[in-house]
């Protein structure tokens, strides 16, 4: 089998990490020449793509991946690799397609629970850009019989990426809105569903989140404890100076269900809420 991500940024290369020795050869994009020797000491061939033109090297790639995985964000004319080779990606008929979206196409419903059949209505840019995309994909796969999965991730979280390290380094803040829960997501569980898509050829639209939605403080006060720290001084909402992005995010409030990709997919999360996964990493390594 023979791998190639599209975008090889953080859950990327921890899918490589965790099942790596599955495929006979590993490519991956990247826009920066600056990050080729980190992804190839990492096992992952670079290819340099600026999103809009594909190279030789890149068409070559993709004529010969029986898997592809795209974690590339999507941009206002849409997704950069069925721009730049959609004719290539369908001659060459790989074996299945994983795609790497957000839970934030489901935009604000009110503290409710959803599932993939729920209403999507994206507040932010970039959530509205996902949706766009996941629906060329989905008419890509309906043409092509291609299989495409669609992976809505919730916030991402893993090692060197998480409610520790932000104590440790003293960037941690305990905002405070009423009402304001979301779902989170480990990075090897990322990887583990992303396995789990490629191993049943899947299609189709999955949630991939925790079973514990809820509000950011707790991880935060959780996490200090740990650490046997105070947590840092609670700041209401309204006086948190939060970035237009951040204040997008705030104003979203939902909970996600994963019940069908434990259902369809038989997916068995290895950390199914944040106090198993941050219980791990402060005895086995967080940083």
């Not at 991956?28 to 594909?54: H, N, Y």
């Not at 991730?153 to 998480?162: C, E, F, K, P, V």
Request: glycine fraction near 8%; charge should be negative; include cysteine.
């Amino acid at each position: 089998m023979r791998l190639l991500i599209l975008g090889a940024g953080y859950s990327a290369r921890h899918f490589v990490k965790m099942y790596g020795t599955e495929f006979s050869w590993i490519g991956g994009t990247t826009r920066s020449p600056e990050k080729m020797e980190e992804l190839r000491s990492k096992g992952v061939q670079p290819i340099l793509f600026d999103g809009q033109t594909a190279s030789d090297e890149l068409l070559e790639a993709i004529a010969t991946a029986t898997h592809i995985l795209v974690s590339a964000a999507p941009t206002d004319d849409g997704d950069p690799l069925l721009n730049a080779a959609r004719d290539a990606v369908a001659k060459a008929k790989p074996t299945a397609i994983c795609y790497l979206s957000t839970i934030g196409v489901y935009g604000d419903h009110g503290g409710r629970w959803v599932t993939e059949t729920a209403e999507c209505n994206p507040t932010s840019k970039r959530s509205k850009q996902r949706l766009e995309a996941e629906h060329e994909w989905l008419a890509f796969s309906e043409e092509t019989s291609i299989p495409v999965s669609i992976l809505r991730l919730a916030g991402i979280y893993g090692r060197g990426q998480n409610a520790l390290c932000n104590l440790d380094k003293g960037k941690a803040r305990r905002i405070i809105k009423e009402g304001q829960v979301f779902n989170r997501i480990h990075v090897s569980d990322i990887a583990g569903a992303v396995q789990h898509a490629f191993e049943d050829n899947a299609s189709g639209i999955f949630n991939v989140c925790d079973d514990a939605p809820c509000p950011p403080e707790d991880v935060v006060e959780y996490a200090a404890r740990l650490m046997g720290v105070e947590p840092p001084p609670a700041i209401a909402f309204e006086d948190a100076d939060l970035s237009p992005m951040a204040i997008s995010f705030y104003g979203e409030v939902k909970r996600a269900s994963n019940a069908k990709l434990k259902g369809a997919l038989g997916y068995k999360f290895k950390f199914p809420n944040y106090r198993e996964a941050l219980d791990y990493m402060w005895e086995n390594g967080w940083s």
